[in-house]
């Protein structure tokens, strides 16, 4: 049985439309194919939906076009900027949303953010812009910026409670083990905060395999350090391959045989 829950497409930063990735996973046996773009921001951007209408409508059509083939979703990668976007119901109430994604990319200095400007972007595909926010909004200071990444995440949770937690320490991606390793206390210590809020508030757990097939990261998104903490919490958890083109879909990278292997409890194969 083949699913992904976190799919992107042409309305935000994907490569393709929605119905050729339908397409693609009917094509390759896929039972289930969940679409998360990125939600709306309120500032310009390369990565985000501009027609959110035209994007819940179209693949509410996919969802009955193919309903007799593939099980399709409509959900939201949505976004906690604080003092920007901090409550997801408007968003979830607009679109009719079956499912969300709650994940932190922007992170601002300060709680008064006035444009994109006062946001450490950490994700994309160049770790300059990591840097470059990190020291213009945080002098540098790693431990100050990877407690606000972390402090925020939290928020998130606690507030929106999203259906699933996307890519949890994705912080870890432009790193690179420059800034600091992830086996030192302070660093571990936030990141455990974290996964136990997240068996708190009793949520599902993203193992995301993009950063490993884009050559961006070694691990999964969280580590196997912290899916071995997980497992001890009896976290539920589901694999994404964040797609963001029709091949990505099949990029599980090995998912699946490792959660086998540890004898992972519980790997959900559906919502």
């Known amino acids: 049985m083949k699913i992904n829950y976190h799919t992107h497409s042409s309305y935000c930063d994907g490569k393709a439309t929605p119905r050729e990735m339908v397409e693609f996973a009917v094509a390759h046996g896929f039972t289930a194919l969940g679409f998360t773009g990125h939600c709306p921001l309120p500032f310009k951007n390369t990565f985000s939906i501009t027609d959110y209408e035209g994007y819940c409508r179209e693949v509410r059509s996919l969802k009955e076009e193919y309903a007799d083939r593939i099980n399709i979703y ?7 900027v604080p003092g920007m976007l901090e409550d997801f119901t408007p968003l979830i109430e607009q679109g009719g949303l ?43 200071d790693i431990r100050r910026a990877v407690r606000a990444y972390f402090y925020q995440q939290n928020a998130m949770l606690e507030r929106n409670r999203p259906t699933i937690v996307g890519h949890p320490d994705k912080i870890v991606m432009h790193n690179r083990d420059r800034y600091f390793h992830e086996d030192e206390p302070w660093y571990r210590d936030l990141a455990l905060e974290t996964i136990h809020l997240i068996k ?72």
């Open 74 to 80: 409509l959900g939201l990668e949505m976004d906690y």
């Open 98 to 140: 079956e499912y969300t994604i709650g994940s932190v990319h922007l992170i601002p200095a300060n709680n008064a953010p006035q444009s994109d400007e006062d946001l450490w972007f950490i994700d994309g595909p160049k770790w300059e812009r990591y840097d470059e926010g990190l020291f213009r909004l945080f002098d540098g």
């Open 200 to 271: 708190e508030l009793d949520l599902i757990c993203e193992i995301n395999t993009r950063g490993i097939y884009k050559g961006r990261h070694a691990d999964y998104y969280p580590g196997k350090w912290l899916i071995q903490e997980m497992k001890t919490l009896r976290i539920p958890v589901i694999v994404s391959t964040d797609a963001h083109a029709p091949e990505d879909l099949l990029r599980t990278e090995g998912a699946y045989e490792y959660l086998s292997a540890i004898a992972y409890p519980e790997v959900l194969r559906d919502l």
